[in-house]
């Protein structure tokens, strides 16, 4: 069985490969913090302690109460609660509004729990947010809830979220952020502003599978019922071993954060390769380590195998790269057609990528359109 050396795994916006450090610290918890912390015996203690000063820490990173902060299972959750509970909260004159290029989970959850009563916020052509839509939105006086993502999974374009949760403030509405792809890749400054914020760790190098939830509303928002755990507000025997991997795994993104210059002098050699690649989000700003494309031939399933089998892991970004669902939702948004969403690729760095792998990278992409081409060539002469 082949897998794609690490050095050579540029998909890190759908899942970026375990941290050493994470990995250290998933193990040792495994090994050593595996009790149940709500056991009353010194073990349940000692992990129930590990866990508290694990949330205390995130707490940290993140801005707000310890005690507010619950773990999940990922974002997907977290993003789902906050819809059925702002949902579960409201009239039918109530309305909810989220960017049109937010992740399935907050789109489709927001559209199942809102239905007619859900606004989709109009991106600009570099799939920024439109902050006069928000503002007319929020004027109209019905607003029970925002959603905008900090930075966007397909693209990796930054959101203005922070100029949209004061406006928020403005019109006392409460503000989501779901933060997984901007965890970890920038800054956590500010994020404590934002009245609920969610996220989850397995895109900066921690474990699958967990994730967290954090509100400062005066509500809090009830996860799970059952148990006690959480404070009540999530029930289910905590994951401390993964805990305490995705605290390590965060606390050394958050060390090692970088620029863009790696991405950029792919983009700049890709240029030269492949004449009439268009990037996209170029003008706005972008996670530094994620570039998304169309390209000016061939479908983007042909260019993932080609790249495939010259040993780089890239991707589409949408689920449609599997045949499952359309053309994307966010490219559509931005004002592409079907027929260039069916072009469109993203390469997403992180941890482990060097500058040479990046190189390497944008050769291949320049073989694989030479390849691609005679491919093509072949199959006209051919059918002659
Ligand atoms: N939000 C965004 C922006 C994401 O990119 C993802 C993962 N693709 C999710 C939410 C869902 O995260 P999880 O896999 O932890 O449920």
Redesign the pocket.
Same mark, same amino acid.
């Given at each position: 069985m082949s897998v794609t050396p690490l050095s050579h795994y540029f998909d890190h !916006?759908?899942t970026s490969p375990l941290r050493e450090s994470g990995r250290l610290a998933l193990a040792g918890g495994l090994d050593e913090s595996w009790c149940n912390p709500s056991s009353p015996h010194s073990e349940g203690v000692r992990c129930h302690a590990l866990l508290e000063d694990a949330r205390e820490r995130f707490a940290a990173i993140f801005g707000g109460a310890a005690e507010r902060l619950s773990f999940t299972s990922?974002?997907?959750?977290g993003?789902n609660a906050v819809m059925a509970f702002f949902h579960a909260k409201t009239d039918s004159r109530g309305k909810a509004a989220v960017s049109a290029v937010e992740?399935p989970?907050?789109l489709e959850s927001a559209k199942t729990r809102f239905g007619q009563n859900l606004e989709q916020l109009a991106v600009d052509e570099n799939g920024v947010l439109c902050l006069d839509a928000l503002s007319s939105f929020l004027s109209e006086g019905k607003a029970i809830l925002i959603s905008v993502?900090a930075a966007n !999974?397909e693209t990796g374009v930054l959101q203005p979220w922070s100029e949209a949760q004061a406006l928020c403030r403005e019109f006392g509405v409460p503000f989501h952020c779901?933060a997984?792809?901007w965890l970890g890749r920038m800054p956590a400054e500010g994020l404590d502003a934002c009245d609920l914020l969610t996220g989850?760790f397995?895109?900066l190098g921690g474990p699958k599978g967990i994730?967290f939830l954090r509100t400062s509303c005066e509500d809090s928002v009830r996860l799970l019922y059952g148990g006690h755990q959480e404070g009540g507000l999530r029930a289910g025997t905590e994951n401390v071993p993964s805990i305490l991997g995705s605290l390590a795994s965060l606390e050394e993104a958050i060390r090692e954060i970088t620029d863009s210059s790696n991405r950029d002098l792919f983009e700049k050699r890709v240029a030269e390769l492949i004449p009439g690649i268009q990037f996209l989000g170029a003008e706005a700003n972008r996670l530094p380590l994620v570039s998304s494309f169309v390209l000016p031939k061939f479908d983007n399933l042909r260019w993932i195998n080609r790249m495939d089998r010259l040993g780089f892991a890239v991707s589409t970004g949408s689920a449609c790269a599997t045949g499952r669902g359309g053309p994307s939702h966010v490219l559509a948004a931005m004002g592409h057609s079907p027929e260039e969403a069916r072009r469109f690729l993203r390469v997403s760095g992180g941890w482990s990528n060097a500058t040479d792998d990046w190189i390497a990278l944008a050769d291949a992409f320049g073989v694989a359109y030479e390849e691609l081409d005679n491919d093509e060539g072949e199959s006209q002469v051919i059918s002659l």
């Open positions: !916006n759908a990922g974002a997907t959750e993003n992740h989970s907050v993502m !999974n779901d997984t792809q989850s397995h895109k994730g």
